[in-house]
């Protein structure tokens, strides 16, 4: 059946450091992979899509990653700030309608 | 302002009792989503709607039901039949074609 796993429920850094979070799945090929930032109690917001042929994709102070070979995806959050602190969902995006999945996210705590 | 809005953000209803869940949007998307997310998981597709008047079952749809009478809007009933009603749900929307998913602030359910 298809996985997506988060890997470390949750992930504690310090301020300035760089975050990096993993995205791993199984009997899936994605055509697109999403990274969404959701705060407690509140929808998530997207932050970047990825394509299958796409090897990095960067925005500001985040960059992702997406190697099809080892069905992953790494999200990093460069010098990290307490503002970041939040829970990092990803999500598989087949070809077919309504094939999208998420992960269950890592919560991200950015101490100063 | 431009987006999804949800409401109530916290409904409380007794054990047996049917209750809808509003979901509307003015970004002119076609696509709505119906989700539901529970403490360690990831979002599970309740039901979702492609274009008006048509709207197909997603993983969990025992026990829910939808309309798409309006572009607009896509509410959710949670019947007496649901086991487990008590969560946090989730609208969003999309423009093909990538999947990508604006989501509405949520509505967090409790039946007592």
């Known amino acids: 059946s298809q996985k997506i796993e988060q890997n470390s429920e949750a992930l504690n850094i310090q301020e300035g450091k760089t975050a990096t979070l993993t995205c791993n799945y199984t009997?899936?090929?994605?055509?697109?992979l999403q990274w969404y930032r959701q705060d407690p109690g509140r929808g998530p917001v997207f932050l970047l899509l990825i394509r299958e042929n796409e090897k990095e994709k960067r925005k500001e102070r985040l960059k992702v990653t997406f190697d099809t070979t080892l069905k992953q995806s790494l999200f990093h959050i460069t010098a990290s700030q307490p503002a970041d602190s939040a829970t990092y969902l990803c999500a598989l995006d087949g070809v077919l309608d309504n094939d999208m999945r998420f992960g269950a996210g890592t919560r991200l705590t950015v101490k100063p | 302002d431009g987006g999804i809005t949800q409401s109530p953000k916290y409904l409380f209803r007794k054990e047996g009792q049917n209750v809808t869940l509003s979901c509307e949007q003015n970004l002119n998307h076609d696509a709505m989503y119906w989700y539901r997310q529970d403490p360690g998981q990831g979002l599970r597709l309740i039901y979702y709607?492609?274009?008006?008047?048509?709207?197909q079952k997603g993983d969990i749809a025992e026990g829910y039901s939808v309309s798409r009478e309006k572009k607009e809007s896509f509410p959710l009933t949670v019947t007496s039949a649901q086991k487990n009603p008590t969560a946090f749900y989730l609208c969003?929307?999309?423009?093909?074609?990538?999947?990508?998913?604006?989501f509405g602030p949520g509505t967090r359910l409790t039946v007592l």
């Open positions: 969003a929307s999309s423009l093909p074609p990538l999947d990508t998913q604006y």
């Open positions: 009997n899936y090929s994605p055509a697109y």
């Open positions: 709607s492609q274009i008006v008047n048509d709207f």
